[in-house]
């Protein structure tokens, strides 16, 4: 079983759209949660950290379910340039693991 | 700062041949990564160290060796190259003290072994 588990998609939405992104992971000891995004040919970058409460940077909103080990990512009024893969990320309690998810295929059309 | 940087950014070898991956970053950081990305996955990570000095193995080591030459930089050297091991190589650092969680990535070497 993958330690992470998002849907590749790929999204193909409309520029203006709302689109939401899942995530699972599989161990209940994981500490910190994280999206980061990843353009094609190129590096990750972090997105956002995903804080317990909740949290909201602009058009990202972030969510995190413990009780069911569960992530969200949704993005409003989508852009053209949110076109990316969107990468779910897990620290486990060990601080220097990190397990990424495969990532979900974004693409905004005009 | 040039954050973390990568040589080289491209190379092709054949099968049985070696090479070492360089990797370096300026922001002081402790921890450092060695992450490989095949087509459709996600990252997983060969080895990484938590601080100079140490190394650990991480998922998919077999094969791989590092080095913690010093805190800034940290080296993947493939002994006798595998197909199997083309990949997208990222190296990656982090720093709880001061940087959070957040890992700072380089650009990446695109490795194809013949």
């Known amino acids: 079983r993958k330690e992470v588990e998002q849907d590749p998609g790929p999204f193909n939405v409309p520029e203006g759209a709302t689109v939401a992104f899942n995530c699972t992971y599989s161990?209940?000891?994981?500490?910190?949660f994280f999206w980061y995004r990843q353009d094609c040919r190129k590096e990750p970058k972090l997105l956002m950290s995903?804080?317990?409460s909740g949290n909201e940077d602009g058009r990202f909103t972030a969510q995190l379910n413990r009780a069911s080990q569960y992530i969200s990512l949704l993005i409003r009024d989508s852009k053209l340039s949110d076109s990316a893969t969107y990468l779910c990320?897990?620290?486990?309690?060990?601080?220097?693991?990190?397990?990424f998810g495969s990532g979900t295929k974004l693409n905004v059309k005009p | 700062n040039a954050g973390v940087t990568q040589t080289p950014k491209f190379q092709v070898l054949k099968t049985g041949q070696s090479m070492t991956l360089q990797c370096a970053q300026d922001?002081?950081?402790?921890?450092m990564y060695w992450y490989r990305q095949d087509p459709g996955m996600g990252l997983r990570l060969i080895y990484y160290?938590?601080?100079?000095?140490?190394?650990d193995k991480g998922e998919v080591p077999n094969g791989y060796n590092v080095s913690r030459l010093n805190k800034r930089e940290f080296s993947l050297r493939l002994e006798s190259a595998a197909p199997s091991q083309t990949s997208v190589y990222f190296c990656?650092?982090?720093?709880?003290?001061?940087?959070?969680?957040?890992?700072?990535f380089g650009p990446g070497t695109r490795l194809t072994v013949l």
């Open positions: 990656a650092s982090s720093d709880r003290r001061t940087g959070g969680d957040t890992q700072y």
């Open positions: 161990n209940s000891a994981s500490q910190s």
């Open positions: 995903v804080y317990s």
């Open positions: 990320v897990v620290r486990e309690s060990n601080f220097n693991k990190f397990y």
């Open positions: 922001m002081n950081h402790n921890s």
């Open positions: 160290s938590a601080s100079e000095g140490t190394t």
